[in-house]
């Protein structure tokens, strides 16, 4: 199974809401991305974990707080956002690169958020 | 520092034709270079990769890419483009020494023309 599944698919909220979107991998993988897309760019990495312990923080802010409750599953919490943030959020997994490794990212189909 | 150009944002050619979409980058010591696939509104898809080894690498869907150091090259080649690969194609880099962190090139957009 080489599959990140990621829920919602679609998002909508408010600048005052609290959501979270989620992130889920069973491929053994022990490092996992949180990243954002906007139109027509690439994507910008926000977060790394690895061994389920936050390593990389892209400078984020605090409106986006992540969350590594397990090595399978990973989440993004989301507070008083600003309409600057709509993109589409990806997550990807990998093995960590303490591993025989080839290093790739699989990425998960993405969560569209669009903030209102 | 690395960094990945991708010459192009936008290719078009048509169906049945050769697919060259270019990809340099800039690394001072040797990389690990993907190409990823994006179709509309989904995430990234791997098409292949290059870590050691044999340079021409051969990935899923008919394409292929070879690594040519003295030219710090990594274009992406299918000798006969079909509709389905319409899409947006990330050229990207990764070092051993930061393996969590893949550079994304700026993207190109591939359209076949019937």
Request: glycine share 6%.
């Amino acid at each position: 199974d080489t599959e990140v599944t990621q829920t919602p698919k679609h998002l909508v909220m408010g600048m005052t809401n609290k959501k979270s979107l989620k992130c889920e991998q069973h491929m053994g993988h022990r490092a996992m991305y949180w990243y954002k897309q906007k139109a027509k760019k690439p994507p910008e990495l926000m977060f790394v974990y690895s061994y389920e312990k936050l390593s990389i923080n892209e400078s984020v802010p605090s409106r986006f707080s992540p969350e590594c409750p397990n090595s399978s599953l990973l989440n993004l919490h989301l507070h008083a956002l600003q309409p600057e943030d709509s993109a589409l959020y990806l997550c990807a997994s990998s093995q960590d690169h303490e591993a025989e490794s080839t290093y790739e990212q699989y990425f998960g189909p993405g969560t569209r958020l669009t903030v209102t | 520092a690395q960094s990945v150009t991708q010459l192009g944002s936008h290719v078009s050619v048509s169906e049945g034709a050769l697919v060259l979409l270019r990809c340099n980058y800039s690394s001072s010591v040797p990389p690990y270079l993907f190409w990823y696939v994006q179709y509309p509104n989904q995430g990234l898809q791997l098409l292949l990769k290059y870590t050691t080894g044999a340079t021409l690498v051969k990935g899923i869907n008919g394409f292929e890419a070879e690594f040519k150091k003295s030219e710090t090259s990594f274009h992406l080649t299918k000798p006969s483009a079909h509709m389905s690969d319409a899409a947006e194609y990330f050229c990207a880099v990764t070092l051993y020494s930061s393996a969590s962190k893949i550079i994304f090139g700026s993207g190109t957009r591939l359209s076949i023309r019937p």
